[in-house]
C-alpha cells in the first residue's frame, strides 16, 4: 500500500493558476495509476484526472483544456496544474493510487488540500 500526501492548495483568484503536488511512499509507486478527486461542500466527490503508469492521462469533463496532470516517476510525485481557475474548482482536492483508472476509489489516498478560488 502507498501513502500518499497532498501539497499546494490554497486561496487564488478566479481566472488565476495553481499546481498541486502528491507525494507518494514506497518503491512501487511507477506501477499505480495515479488520480486526483475533489469534492466540494454538500456535494458528490468528482473524478478530476488520472495518470497510469504507462502515462495515458484522463480527465473529468470540467476540467478539460484547463487542467494538466502528469507524473514524475523519480520523485515518486504526482501533480496537477490547474489554470483559468474558477469558483467552481473550490474544493477539496484528493490524490489517489490504484492498479487501474477504474479502481482508484477503492485505492490509497491522501487527506485532501483545499482549493479556494474567489471571484
Known amino acids: 500500500q502507498v501513502q500518499l500526501a497532498e501539497f499546494g492548495g490554497g486561496l487564488v483568484q478566479a481566472g488565476g493558476s495553481l499546481r498541486l503536488s502528491c507525494a507518494a511512499s514506497?518503491?512501487?509507486?511507477?506501477?499505480?495509476?495515479m488520480g486526483w478527486f475533489r469534492q466540494a461542500p454538500g456535494k458528490e466527490r468528482e473524478f478530476v484526472a488520472a495518470i497510469t503508469w504507462s502515462k495515458t492521462i484522463s480527465y473529468g469533463d470540467s476540467v478539460k483544456g484547463r487542467f494538466t496532470i502528469s507524473r514524475d516517476n523519480t520523485k515518486n510525485t504526482v501533480y496537477l496544474q490547474m489554470i483559468s481557475l474558477k469558483p467552481d474548482d473550490t474544493a477539496v482536492y484528493y490524490c489517489a493510487a490504484g492498479e487501474h483508472i477504474g479502481t482508484l476509489a477503492k485505492g490509497s489516498w491522501g487527506q485532501g488540500t483545499q482549493v479556494t478560488v474567489s471571484s
Open positions: 514506497g518503491r512501487t509507486f511507477s506501477r499505480y495509476t
